[in-house]
């Protein structure tokens, strides 16, 4: 539990090799970090078990969540807590009916309320709204405003997750909006995570909910 209007839900670079399990360490150990995605592409189940099994081990000392995205195979096969769908990665209810009734299922919804309010209405346990900025981590496709975030606040209780380029300089708007969770990838791993992690947290409180 924390006191921030929004938390932390931090997503990896997609090379974890190397020096990565000591920076996610470090990180994790900077300030409370709600959730941890292991985001890595073209590997097969094997290959990407290997590596996220000590990333795993890292986050369930610090009792951070450990999500994988697109692959519930994978999600499956490690136990992960959950695992984070894109619109081309499957069905709710599938991945529910495979993982459990306590695996955490979050689908991207970009900037679309159907979108959002069919993931919610399948048993999604949150839904992940983007991008807000340009994002170096990932090709933009779909922009959404403060103004989606509003009014998801406004009328459903499952919580929101903000996406696409943010940083401890532009996430306030979106904490004010009512972001649940704040995602991060390259704000993060650009530089010296752990200054990152610190810089958020005090943007986080610097701009509580509702304000302006």
Not at 178 to 197: H, L, M, R, Y
Not at 203 to 211: L, M
Request: hydrophobic share 45%; with cysteine.
């Amino acid at each position: 539990m924390t006191d921030l209007a929004s938390e932390l839900y931090l997503i990896s670079p997609l090379d974890v090799t190397g020096p990565f399990p000591d920076r996610l360490a470090r990180a994790l150990d900077a300030g409370p970090v709600a959730a941890f995605q292991f985001r890595v592409k073209g590997l097969d189940d094997h290959a990407a078990a290997k590596l996220a099994e000590p990333l795993q081990k890292i986050c369930a000392e610090r009792e951070v969540a450990f999500i994988i995205n697109d692959s519930v195979s994978l999600a499956k096969r490690l136990g992960a807590d959950g695992v984070h769908l894109g619109q081309d990665d499957g069905d709710v209810g599938e991945a529910r009916e495979r993982l459990g009734r306590d695996a955490q299922i979050g689908v991207t919804c970009h900037d679309s309320r159907h979108l959002a309010m069919a993931a919610g209405e399948a048993g999604a346990d949150y839904v992940a709204f983007g991008a807000f900025f340009p994002s170096s981590t990932k090709e933009t496709k779909h922009v959404a405003g403060v103004d989606l975030l509003e009014w998801w606040q406004g009328i459903f209780e499952l919580p929101c997750v903000a996406i696409g380029g943010i940083t401890p300089e532009n996430c306030g708007p979106l904490v004010q909006a009512g972001a649940d969770f704040i995602a991060v990838s390259n704000a993060v791993w650009g530089g010296d995570e752990a200054a990152a992690i610190l810089a958020f947290h005090e943007a986080i409180r610097a701009n509580p909910r509702g304000s302006d």
